[in-house]
C-alpha cells in the first residue's frame, strides 16, 4: 500500500510539535469568541460564524479545545471545555436537534473525552443519553441505524457511510453502563454497512437506501458526492477510518480487508500532494475544489490501524499518514490568524453538482471536522494518545 508514484516527504517529530503547538495557540486565541457558542460547520471566506448548539458538526471545537487541554494542561481549556459541557448536556436532554445519527461526531469529542480525561459524571451521563438517541434509530429487519428524517420513512430508508463514525460512541456506552445493547447495534450496524457500502473495487457509496420488507440493500445513492456513481472523496475518507474503528473493537479480518481495500482505492485516485480534490472522479489538472478535511481523516485513521497491524504494515501506515499530514501543515493549515480563524483551509462541505442531492455549503473553506481531525492526527504523531473513539 505504498504511495509508489508521489516522493512525498515525511513530516518530523520536531515539525509536528510546531504545527500543534500553533494549532494550540489558534484555539486559544478563539476561547473567548466559542466558549458560550459553537463554530459553524465551515467558516466564511475563512473565518467561522457562531452558531447555536444545533448543527451536527457542534461536537469538533470542543474535541480541539480538548486536545488543546491534553496538549498543554491549561486548566482555561479545561473550564471552556466544561462550560460546553453544559450546553451538549442541555442539547441533548430537551432533545436540540437530535433526530439524525450524528451522536457520535456530537458527543465523543464534546463528552466522551472529558468523561475519559476528567471522570466528568455530567459528561459521561450527557454522552450516554447520545448513546441512547442513537440506538432509537436501529431498524431491526435491514439491522441499520437509519440516518436522517422521520424513522422508517421511505424517502430515507437508508444509511450513510459516515455513520462508522457515530458507532464508538455506542461501545463506549456498553463499557460504561455493563449494558450490551448499544455495542451490539454497533455490531449489527457495521456488518450491514461493511456488506453494502463498499463497492467491488474498494470505492464507497455514500448512502445506502434498504429494502424495509426484506432488509436487504435496494440501491447506492449520493447526497454530497458528485454523482451517485462517483467516489465523494469523504465518504472514503470516513470509510478508511471508519473500518479501522470497526477493526479495532471487533478485530474480524474482514474488517482488516476493508480497511485495505478502502484504503487503496482512496490512495490511487490522490493528486500528487496526497490531499482530494472533493470527489475523486476529479483528478490531477482539475480546477475542482480540494478537500483538505479527508486527508486528515484518513491519516487519523491510518495511524489507529498501525496500532493493530503488524509493526511492517503500521510501518507503511505511519509513513503514509507521515507524508499526508506534512502535506496539509505545509500546504494547507493556517500560519497567522489574519488569514484565517481556523486551522486548515481548503475543505469542502458540500459541492453541488447536476447528480446530486446536497445544499451547497462551505466550498474551499475550513472545516470544523477538518480543524478537529488535523489536531487529532497532530496529536497522535506527538504523543501516546488515548483516543476518544
Ligand atoms: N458527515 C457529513 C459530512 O461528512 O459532510
Same mark, same amino acid.
Given at each position: 500500500?505504498?504511495?509508489?508514484?508521489? @516522493?512525498?516527504?515525511?513530516?518530523?517529530?520536531? $515539525?509536528?510539535?510546531?504545527?500543534?503547538?500553533?494549532?494550540?495557540?489558534?484555539?486559544?486565541?478563539?476561547?473567548?469568541?466559542?466558549?458560550?457558542?459553537?463554530?459553524?460547520?465551515?467558516?466564511?471566506?475563512?473565518?467561522?460564524?457562531?452558531?447555536?448548539?444545533?448543527?451536527? =458538526?457542534?461536537?469538533?471545537?470542543?474535541?480541539?479545545?480538548?486536545?488543546?487541554?491534553?496538549?498543554?494542561?491549561?486548566?482555561?481549556?479545561?473550564?471552556?471545555?466544561?462550560?460546553?459541557?453544559?450546553?451538549?448536556?442541555?442539547?441533548?436532554?430537551?432533545?436540540?436537534?437530535?433526530?439524525?445519527?450524528?451522536?457520535?461526531?456530537?458527543?465523543?469529542?464534546?463528552?466522551?473525552?472529558?468523561?475519559?480525561?476528567?471522570?466528568?459524571?455530567?459528561?459521561?451521563?450527557?454522552?450516554?443519553?447520545?448513546?441512547?438517541?442513537?440506538?432509537?434509530?436501529?431498524?431491526?429487519?435491514?439491522?441499520?441505524?437509519? @440516518?436522517?428524517?422521520?424513522?422508517?420513512?421511505?424517502?430515507?430508508?437508508?444509511?450513510?457511510?459516515?455513520?462508522? *463514525?457515530? *458507532?464508538?460512541?455506542?461501545?463506549? %456506552?456498553?463499557?460504561?453502563?455493563?449494558?450490551?445493547?448499544? %455495542?451490539?447495534? %454497533?455490531?449489527?450496524?457495521?456488518?450491514?454497512?461493511?456488506?453494502?457500502?463498499?463497492?467491488?473495487?474498494?470505492?464507497?457509496?455514500? !448512502?445506502?437506501?434498504?429494502?424495509?420488507? !426484506?432488509?436487504?440493500?435496494?440501491?447506492?445513492?449520493?447526497?454530497?458526492?458528485?454523482?451517485?456513481?462517483?467516489?465523494?472523496?469523504?465518504?472514503?475518507?470516513?470509510?478508511?477510518?471508519?473500518?479501522?474503528?470497526?477493526?479495532?473493537?471487533?478485530?474480524?479480518? #474482514?474488517? *482488516?480487508?476493508?480497511?485495505?481495500?478502502?484504503?487503496?482505492?482512496?490512495? #490511487?485516485?490522490?493528486?500528487?500532494?496526497?490531499?482530494?480534490?472533493?470527489?475523486?472522479?476529479? !483528478?490531477?489538472? !482539475? $480546477?475542482?475544489?480540494?478537500?483538505?478535511? +479527508?486527508?486528515?481523516?484518513?491519516?487519523?485513521?491510518? *495511524?489507529?490501524?498501525?496500532?493493530?497491524?503488524?509493526?511492517?504494515?503500521?510501518?507503511?501506515?505511519?509513513?503514509?499518514?507521515?507524508?499526508?499530514?506534512?502535506?496539509?501543515?505545509?500546504?494547507?493549515?493556517?500560519? %497567522?490568524?489574519?488569514?484565517?480563524?481556523?486551522?486548515?483551509?481548503?475543505?469542502?462541505?458540500?459541492?453541488?453538482?447536476?447528480?446530486?442531492?446536497?445544499?451547497?455549503?462551505?466550498?474551499?473553506?475550513?472545516?470544523?471536522?477538518?480543524?478537529?481531525?488535523?489536531? $487529532?492526527?497532530? =496529536?497522535?504523531?506527538?504523543?501516546?494518545?488515548? +483516543?476518544?473513539?
Amino acid at each position: 500500500m505504498s504511495l509508489d508514484n508521489f @516522493a512525498s516527504q515525511e513530516i518530523s517529530n520536531n $515539525e509536528v510539535k510546531v504545527a500543534l503547538e500553533r494549532a494550540v495557540a489558534q484555539v486559544e486565541r478563539n476561547l473567548p469568541h466559542y466558549t458560550y457558542a459553537c463554530q459553524n460547520h465551515t467558516s466564511v471566506n475563512r473565518f467561522y460564524p457562531k452558531c447555536e448548539n444545533n448543527q451536527w =458538526t457542534c461536537g469538533f471545537w470542543p474535541g480541539e479545545i480538548w486536545l488543546a487541554y491534553e496538549s498543554t494542561d491549561n486548566r482555561s481549556f479545561r473550564d471552556a471545555g466544561l462550560i460546553l459541557v453544559d450546553s451538549f448536556y442541555n442539547r441533548i436532554i430537551n432533545k436540540i436537534e437530535v433526530d439524525h445519527h450524528d451522536m457520535g461526531f456530537l458527543y465523543t469529542p464534546s463528552c466522551v473525552a472529558p468523561a475519559k480525561l476528567l471522570d466528568n459524571a455530567k459528561a459521561r451521563d450527557a454522552a450516554i443519553m447520545a448513546a441512547d438517541q442513537l440506538i432509537s434509530r436501529f431498524h431491526p429487519i435491514g439491522k441499520f441505524i437509519q @440516518a436522517w428524517g422521520e424513522l422508517g420513512a421511505p424517502d430515507n430508508y437508508r444509511y450513510i457511510i459516515d455513520c462508522l *463514525l457515530n *458507532l464508538p460512541l455506542l461501545y463506549w %456506552a456498553s463499557q460504561q453502563s455493563g449494558d450490551d445493547k448499544y %455495542a451490539n447495534i %454497533a455490531r449489527k450496524h457495521t456488518a450491514t454497512c461493511l456488506k453494502y457500502s463498499i463497492r467491488e473495487d474498494g470505492s464507497t457509496f455514500h !448512502t445506502v437506501f434498504m429494502n424495509p420488507k !426484506t432488509g436487504e440493500m435496494s440501491h447506492g445513492a449520493t447526497c454530497q458526492g458528485y454523482s451517485d456513481d462517483s467516489f465523494w472523496a469523504r465518504g472514503q475518507a470516513w470509510a478508511v477510518y471508519g473500518t479501522a474503528l470497526s477493526y479495532k473493537y471487533e478485530r474480524k479480518p #474482514e474488517y *482488516l480487508d476493508s480497511f485495505r481495500r478502502v484504503l487503496r482505492f482512496y490512495t #490511487e485516485k490522490l493528486p500528487a500532494d496526497l490531499i482530494p480534490y472533493w470527489d475523486m472522479i476529479f !483528478t490531477s489538472g !482539475t $480546477e475542482e475544489p480540494r478537500d483538505s478535511s +479527508s486527508a486528515s481523516i484518513v491519516a487519523c485513521g491510518l *495511524l489507529e490501524m498501525a496500532r493493530h497491524v503488524s509493526p511492517e504494515e503500521a510501518g507503511e501506515y505511519i509513513s503514509l499518514a507521515r507524508q499526508m499530514v506534512k502535506s496539509l501543515v505545509d500546504n494547507y493549515s493556517v500560519k %497567522a490568524p489574519s488569514i484565517s480563524n481556523g486551522q486548515v483551509l481548503h475543505a469542502t462541505y458540500s459541492k453541488k453538482s447536476p447528480y446530486n442531492t446536497c445544499t451547497p455549503e462551505g466550498v474551499d473553506e475550513c472545516a470544523s471536522w477538518g480543524d478537529y481531525f488535523y489536531m $487529532e492526527a497532530l =496529536t497522535r504523531l506527538n504523543s501516546d494518545w488515548k +483516543s476518544y473513539w
